[in-house]
């Protein structure tokens, strides 16, 4: 099955997932709202920042490329479907919206 997620500002963590899908959904989306090196005795965790101040298209690209490393790396159970962006041009921002399945559910 497979489910999207688009992280926002009211993004809350739940300590007690009750399912696996629950679990994994909500570590994509925290590697994908967290910058790297931000992350005390955890720097490598997250999305780097190379993205910053480039133009749309080639932030796009670099952040894709990024998407799928962190998430093979930090979230196997994660599978990647499709990466997109929700572009707010008002605060100059992109925001990922991925379609992911969950391996083993």
């Known amino acids: ?3 999207t997620i688009t ?8 300590l007690t997932p009750a399912t696996l899908i629950e679990e994994v959904l909500q570590n994509v989306a925290m590697i ?3 910058v790297r090196n931000t992350v005390p005795l955890f720097r490598d965790f997250g999305i780097s920042a190379t993205a910053l101040d480039k133009p749309t298209i080639a932030a796009e690209s670099i952040l894709i490329a990024e998407i799928y490393d962190a998430i093979e790396m930090f979230e196997p159970r994660a599978e990647i479907i499709s ?5 707010d041009e008002t605060l100059g921002r992109l925001i990922p919206r991925l ?3 969950i391996n083993g559910a």
């Open 83 to 87: 990466v997109s962006f929700v572009r």
């Open 99 to 101: 379609e992911v399945g």
């Open 7 to 14: 992280v926002d500002e009211k993004f809350i963590i739940n």
């Open 32 to 34: 994908i709202s967290t």
């Open 1 to 3: 099955m497979v489910r």
